[in-house]
């Protein structure tokens, strides 16, 4: 086997001292070192000028220069080669300041031995390559934080451009319609008037549009601040803006107390209040509508299947504990009762090594659900699983609360079924 070649430059004003390095570095059968000899400083600095070499050995104390003096001479002349500093007793301090600046290691040239002479050279050959790579990282990633900003700054424009240009003539739109209303009422027939109001409610679906579009595509690139977030006390501040605007509803609201995360405030506000307002929405058909907020757990145990490979339906709370292994609060499994032929799955992409015992939190209604073969759907923006003469929106919420989870490195999915409700789950890991 051919042995490896590194090529050192050693500059050392001792001949005597240069002699047993060289002397020291013969033994070893899996290297071979091509020394260079260089006295004097100039001598090193012409070699480096010409030649290649892999690494330095470098006495501090020469004739023409001494001390941290040689050391930076060295390196700005080879910036990107590894330097190993020899010392002798007296010059062990401004070694190791040598080293803080830059120097990969420190040799005592009376104690070293031939093994501790080709370690150092070759660590020091490692170090320097991993410091140089680490170096290109660093650059790439200063490099994508400015594509970054600038992708931000560009959003922000487009931002604005949306929000100025096409507002205007919505506003436009919807003033003319107005004026048309308000002017000419006792002279447009009972279908023009149908006509101006159909023409002003499609003007303020779209700019809801507007508003969700923007939001949806802040939500990639806005920065996130995070601190600890009362998600409890958010869920109870939502459901009582929903209860005051249609008090007449009778809902029961189940909500979780003192759940507290990590997170982004403002972003986790947008995503709870989407789903809320969904599960508000969807349940507004029952004569009693129940939603909740809770949190439940992860563990490493099988879903429970029956002969035909499917989920059987859960009969009671304990079922559910032990076949979803979930630790539930006492509030989620009082649900579970009300509500037991829900399923209650892992996400699809569940590694149950990594994710063991994974805090999950959901929002739960026992609306009019979906039909879980057409659930690919509903994270992608404007598409809708319900007709939306029947359900307002637009189509996007769900694409932004998947955003938004994202942004926290979690994951969110869903279970449902026709006429029984529907339950998100999602991981915060920030």
Not at 322 to 345: D, H, I, M
């Amino acid at each position: 086997m051919k042995a490896q070649i590194i090529k050192i430059l050693l500059v050392e004003d001792n001949p005597g001292d240069a002699f047993l390095i060289q002397d020291k570095l013969k033994n070893d059968s899996n290297i071979k070192f091509e020394l260079t000899h260089a006295e004097y400083l100039y001598q090193a600095i012409a070699l480096l000028k010409k030649e290649y070499f892999d690494v330095i050995l470098l006495d501090l104390l020469l004739p023409d220069s001494q001390d941290l003096e040689t050391f930076v001479s060295i390196q700005e002349e080879a910036p990107n080669l590894p330097i190993v500093v020899l010392t002798g007793i007296k010059d062990e301090k401004i070694a190791i300041q040598a080293v803080r600046q830059g120097a990969q290691d420190y040799l005592d040239k009376q104690k070293a031995t031939g093994e501790t002479l080709g370690q150092a050279i070759r660590y020091a050959i490692e170090r320097k390559l991993t410091q140089q790579q680490l170096k290109q990282h660093s650059k790439k990633l200063e490099k994508a934080n400015r594509e970054l900003e600038a992708l931000n700054q560009e959003l922000e424009a487009f931002s604005y451009s949306v929000s100025h240009d096409l507002r205007n003539p919505l506003t436009s739109i919807n003033a003319c319609c107005s004026l048309l209303l308000e002017q000419n009422n006792d002279r447009l027939g009972e279908e023009t008037q149908e006509y101006i109001q159909l023409i002003r409610n499609c003007s303020h679906r779209m700019e809801e549009i507007i508003d969700d579009l923007l939001t949806l595509s802040r939500m990639k690139y806005s920065q996130i601040k995070i601190e600890s977030v009362q998600l409890s006390a958010m869920v109870e501040t939502i459901t009582k803006e929903l209860q005051q605007k249609q008090p007449q509803r009778n809902v029961e609201f189940v909500i979780e107390p003192e759940i507290e995360v990590r997170g982004d405030r403002a972003l986790l506000q947008i995503a709870l209040e989407n789903l809320l307002n969904n599960a508000w929405k969807y349940s507004r058909e029952k004569q009693t509508a129940i939603l909740e907020f809770g949190i439940c757990q992860l563990d490493d145990k099988e879903q429970i299947k029956n002969e035909e490979g499917e989920n059987k339906n859960l009969t009671n709370s304990s079922q559910a504990h032990s076949a979803y292994g979930r630790v539930c609060t006492q509030k989620t499994v009082g649900l579970l009762e009300r509500n037991s032929k829900t399923s209650f799955p892992s996400p699809p992409d569940f590694d149950r090594k990594k994710d063991t015992k994974q805090l999950v939190y959901f929002v739960r209604d026992n609306g009019v659900g979906f039909d879980m073969e057409k659930a690919e759907k509903l994270f992608t923006p404007f598409q809708r699983l319900h007709s939306a003469s029947k359900f307002e929106g637009t189509g996007i919420g769900l694409a932004t609360v998947q955003r938004i989870i994202h942004r926290h490195s979690g994951k969110i999915w869903c279970n449902a079924a026709v006429d029984r409700g529907a339950t998100f789950y999602f991981t915060l890991e920030l």
